[in-house]
């Protein structure tokens, strides 16, 4: 079985939407990843920090998943990340009401022994030093690195984040974080010039609108499903990262026709994430929903058009 | 071989974006259905209005792809209708320069005789009273009527656009026409209160975010292709809408199977018109530059992947 190492936030969440609100719940990129990678059964393991406040019922929910928390640090006199937001009506758009960083301002990341030969390494979004950091804890390349990040770094950190892009296979933005990184409109042009930077493969994340995956002149497209509902879009491109990684660690294939299927995995995963609010759906969510549900991405998407 | 007809406005347009400007050309919902049309072989013909002023060479040009210029009354002491329009940098949104009705303000169509007995009828976007118009000179109801409308007639001609769609097959409008309709944000929920106004098959065109195509509770999805550059996106839905009843009309095959193939087809003719202003690359466009990038579609959409 391939191992998967996943760095991220491990957080609490407080999320309002047009639908309702929640009060302080488990949130952060390693636990959507985690959660939804886990489904693909790789043995995966998380690297973050959490407070003194982090209830031990939030990890055993990840355990019970067969996802290893050895790697993340609890600092008993310290509290844990929180962030607030609110989404607008269309859900498209948010307001950030609060990010309390409070241990993660000093995250000193650890790899755990028995995860320094990890065969995949997910590098969720957070400050790029700490990114790099854990990239130097494993002392053989893994097979793939997949780095998620977003435009405050861009925004703050650019010489950092470069460096971090350099080292990585495969990098997972949205279509206005792949603009502002490259400085070009077209998302063709972006993708390559993304590819300059490092990166084989550019994958971008267009929420609604679906996901592009780009490498060496070829492109794939993963639309997102049509939904009746959307509830809660939080999480939703963390999950997205977690099927990708998640089906790429199963098959251990990193071909791009391979990387073709994970990116439907992907696309699969976040259209139940943001069915309910936080991380409920993806807790309940069994192998079989995930199957059916690729039936439809098949229906959606499959033609048959002969050329003449 | 079937036969098309093809409704909507013959015009002169005046077009700005961020890579130029041009005079009065070619322009209007019949011209750039027309010519996407006649890439598939139909025998199709327009019923449209022109002042004086329109050059016969223009005419000629449709002509000598062989579209029927019969049913294009010219009123000549009258204007053509003329539009003009500057896109904003992203090519999404754009200010309407002018609208000049002219002879449009007072069109009457006429079908023209050896069209009464047509297979396909496209309805494109006009004045709603002049679409019913047509369809009750038709004696025979066509295999398949669509109908393309805009945003402009739900505001200002509510109750005779509602009788229209009551009698019709297919529906192509874009997202935030489909949700003004509707009165629902959800697409899928739209889709699903547009079709109990009438039509069973329903596309919301998404620009270059693609189409969807809604049946009976089916759905499918055919992406735009990513393009490096994109320079005039006027026409595009025309010739979208365009590809799509030609696809039909040379196939004569109205299952749902065919009309995902139509939608491709659709995205297929769009992809070119936005590669130059106005009319000028699909006047050059040939059977086997369509052929090439229904390949690309093939590539960028299809996967395999097994159920497990």
């Known amino acids: 079985m391939s191992k998967l190492l996943i760095v991220g936030t491990v957080a609490f969440d407080a999320i309002e939407t047009p639908f309702g609100k929640t009060d302080k719940i488990l949130g952060g990129a390693a636990t959507y990843i985690s959660?939804?990678?886990?489904?693909?059964?790789?043995e995966s393991g998380i690297v973050s920090v959490v407070g003194g406040d982090f209830p031990k019922a939030y990890l055993s929910k990840l355990n019970e998943r067969k996802i290893n928390t050895d790697g993340v640090e609890i600092i008993e006199n310290g509290k844990t990340f929180f962030w607030s937001g609110k989404y607008k009506n269309d859900l498209n758009s948010r307001d950030t009401l609060a990010t309390d960083l409070n241990v993660l301002a000093d995250f000193n990341p650890v790899v755990p022994e028995n995860f320094k030969d990890t065969d995949f390494l997910m590098l969720g979004n957070l400050h790029p030093t700490v990114q790099m950091e854990v990239i130097k804890q494993i002392p053989n390349r893994p097979k793939?690195?997949?780095?998620?990040?977003?435009?405050?770094?861009?925004?703050?950190?650019?010489?950092?984040?470069?460096?971090?892009?350099?080292?990585?296979?495969?990098?997972?933005?949205?279509?206005e974080e792949a603009r502002q990184l490259s400085g070009e409109y077209s998302l063709v042009k972006a993708a390559q010039k993304i590819h300059e930077m490092g990166p084989k493969f550019v994958v971008i994340k267009k929420g609604e609108h679906g996901a592009l995956l780009f490498n060496d002149?070829?492109?794939?497209?993963?639309?997102?499903?049509?939904?009746e509902d959307v509830?809660?879009?939080?999480?939703?491109?963390?999950?997205?990262?977690?099927g990708f990684i998640g089906h790429i660690s199963r098959t251990g294939d990193i071909s791009f026709e391979n990387m073709k299927r994970a990116v439907i995995a992907g696309s699969n995963l976040a259209s139940f994430c943001v069915e309910k609010f936080g991380t409920e759906r993806m807790e309940t969510l069994t192998h079989d929903e995930i199957q059916k549900r690729l039936l439809q991405f098949k229906l959606l998407t499959q033609f048959d058009i002969e050329l003449s």
């Not at 959660?35 to 790789?42: D, E």
């Not at 435009?151 to 279509?175: G, P, Q």
């Not at 509830?231 to 977690?242: K, L, S």
């Open 231 to 242: 509830f809660d879009p939080t999480g939703a491109g963390d999950t997205f990262a977690g």
């Open 217 to 227: 002149g070829n492109v794939f497209f993963a639309p997102a499903l049509p939904l």
């Open 144 to 175: 793939l690195v997949v780095l998620d990040t977003m435009n405050f770094w861009m925004d703050n950190t650019w010489d950092e984040l470069m460096e971090v892009i350099a080292k990585i296979d495969v990098i997972t933005i949205n279509d």
């Open 35 to 42: 959660l939804s990678a886990s489904q693909f059964g790789a």
